[in-house]
């Protein structure tokens, strides 16, 4: 790999303590190092703003479910279309784009790590087959649990180092990265005709609470020392009053771990509802964002909804379907084996609708209220809330309450009646969009040992250039500047390659899957036990030994070994 100096770059690296520092950042063999020999490839910044790589930590850009929102929209198809230019290949879709449409448009704006939300373990193959055809960014996998049944009968005989075997081979075997639990017990349910309401409540085809598989599973999660937490889709997604459900979901969780939170709850735009019904309807921005103050131990990231069609796809098969009978528009639903389900519909965000419009609001007052930045992660949950190209609008309104201001004038006229939005003076800074972005990301994931979220040597060349100059721009006066500065990267560099320029792909891509391999004690490799096999072979569809992933799936690839406490 050629060696690079970049010059004059102004950066701001939290991980690092660095908070606008003009500087040089010398590259080579894709790493970030000391000093360069004397004649590197040279890039001068010109004192524009310099940035680790962004991370994505939660996203839908791959597998089945990705699949099945393409194929059953082809409007959205027809859109974004874009021709071969250069290495470039054709691309297609809007909210839900091909794997390539999604590598470009997210190295544009500068992410070099993305992660996979949700995946069925049972449908996991495809998911590395499509990570290898995105090939400007990293991509890790968070696998789903929450209708697994051999961790649902352990953790119903209160056998927690059992569940935990049981999480560690099946990570293994689907090379994925995070337990991820979606609408936990509620999503079994479904499989039944069934769902869940309140975290207390036992699930119908097991003597289990949501709350119960949730502490299970944080238990579990902390005995095979995973990188990540337990990442968390709440019970109750998108239901008015569904607020008191989150506020008792965080009260639950423990402070386990001194390098990261314990629990990662994701999208909590949808799940700060007030309001007995849809005639009530408010946010609840403020105790679930009180919660989080009070709550070190607890990292969510937004899931900001914007304004404009999108298409929606969730683990949650009962909220989809409760949405299908909202929109009464294309629907899609269906029951992964053991494991988990699904629902796909399109939808449209409008700004005269008053339901929409105070969610729009509630994704905003979460990253306003939430004091610490390291706390609350900027996504949309792409494309749930919306397309992650929207990501540009979504940080000029954090900077500017001018153009929240703006915005707000132009939605449902009852809004204000329901949300503390427009009180909301706080307006974020550089720093903080850089933690929300990338620094805080990196943390929560647990990557930043892989050299992941900043800039110091040691440190992957991931790296984000923006035409911006930060003593030149107020921001809170010249939003439409944020905007566009933060649409288009200079350079994007990954691995120590410039991947982008001025938002064109100018090479193919080298991208690494990350997944763990738990180590655990002979007396714990599940694979032999006899329980599990027989639950495996009378139940699931394919024999236990074509289950596995073979990494010849995942074209490069980095496992990440940990020690356990079974």
């Not at 120590?496 to 007396?523: C, H, L, M, Q, Y």
Request: charged content about 20%; glycine content about 8%.
């Amino acid at each position: 790999m050629a060696e690079i100096l970049l010059k004059n770059a102004y950066v701001i690296d939290p991980i690092s303590g660095i908070n606008g520092e003009v500087m040089d950042i010398a590259i080579s063999g894709g790493k970030i190092v000391e000093e360069v020999s004397s004649k590197p490839e040279v890039i001068d910044c010109q004192g524009c703003l310099t940035l680790p790589g962004g991370i994505d930590s939660h996203t839908h850009i791959s597998g089945t479910k990705v699949n099945f929102g393409r194929y059953m929209s082809p409007e959205d198809m027809r859109a974004g279309r874009t021709a071969k230019k250069g290495p470039m290949h054709i691309t297609s879709g809007y909210s839900v784009p091909t794997t390539y449409g999604n590598s470009y448009r997210y190295s544009a704006l500068g992410y070099t790590t993305l992660v996979e939300g949700a995946v069925a373990p049972l449908e996991a193959r495809h998911t590395h087959e499509e990570f290898k055809f995105t090939p400007l960014q990293d991509s890790c996998a968070n696998i789903l649990f929450d209708g697994n049944w051999g961790m649902l009968r352990a953790l119903e005989e209160g056998d927690i180092k059992r569940a935990a075997a049981i999480i560690a081979w099946t990570l293994n075997a689907v090379k994925g990265f995070a337990i991820k639990l979606t609408n936990p017990g509620g999503t079994e349910a479904w499989g039944f005709g069934k769902n869940v309401s309140c975290i207390n409540e036992k699930i119908p085809t097991f003597d289990l609470t949501p709350a119960e598989i949730i502490k299970g599973a944080i238990r579990a999660n902390e005995l095979l020392h995973l990188p990540h937490s337990v990442h968390l889709h709440c019970n109750n997604l998108g239901t008015p009053g569904n607020f008191t459900c989150t506020i008792g979901t965080f009260g639950h969780v423990p402070d386990l771990n001194d390098k990261r939170q314990t629990l990662y709850a994701t999208h909590v735009q949808f799940h700060s509802y007030g309001g007995t019904g849809w005639s009530d309807f408010c946010s609840k921005s403020e105790p679930v964002a009180n919660m989080v103050n009070f709550r070190p131990q607890i990292v969510i990231d937004m899931g900001q909804v914007m304004f404009g069609r999108t298409t929606t796809m969730t683990a949650d098969g009962p909220m989809e379907f409760n949405l299908y009978r909202l929109h009464h528009d294309k629907w899609s639903n269906h029951d992964v084996e053991l494991e988990t389900g699904s629902g796909i519909i399109p939808v449209n965000y409008r700004k005269k609708n008053l339901v929409n419009s105070i969610m729009w609001a509630i994704g905003l007052e979460l990253a306003l209220l939430v004091k610490n930045p390291w706390q609350c992660l900027l996504t949309t949950d792409n494309p749930n809330g919306a397309p992650f190209i929207k990501y540009p609008e979504i940080i000029a309104l954090l900077m500017s309450k001018r153009y929240r201001d703006a915005e707000f004038a132009m939605i449902h006229q009852d809004t204000e009646k329901r949300v503390p939005l427009p009180a909301i003076d706080r307006e974020l800074d550089w720093h903080d969009i850089a933690v929300m972005t990338r620094a805080g990301q990196a943390r929560a994931l647990g990557i930043t040992d892989l050299g992941k979220g900043y800039l110091m040597p040691g440190a992957e060349a991931d790296i984000a250039i923006y035409p911006i100059k930060t003593d030149e721009i107020d921001p809170s006066a010249e939003y439409e500047k944020i905007i566009q500065g933060f649409a288009r990267t200079e350079y994007t560099i990954k691995r120590g390659r410039v991947v982008s320029r001025r938002g064109d792909a100018i090479i193919d891509g080298e991208n690494t899957t990350f997944w763990v391999k738990p180590k655990v004690p002979a007396a714990y490799d599940i694979q032999h036990d006899p329980t599990f096999m027989e639950l495996f072979e009378r139940n699931y569809s394919v024999r236990m030994s074509n289950y596995p992933v073979q990494e010849e799936y995942l074209h490069r690839n980095h496992c990440i070994e940990t020690e356990t406490d079974l």
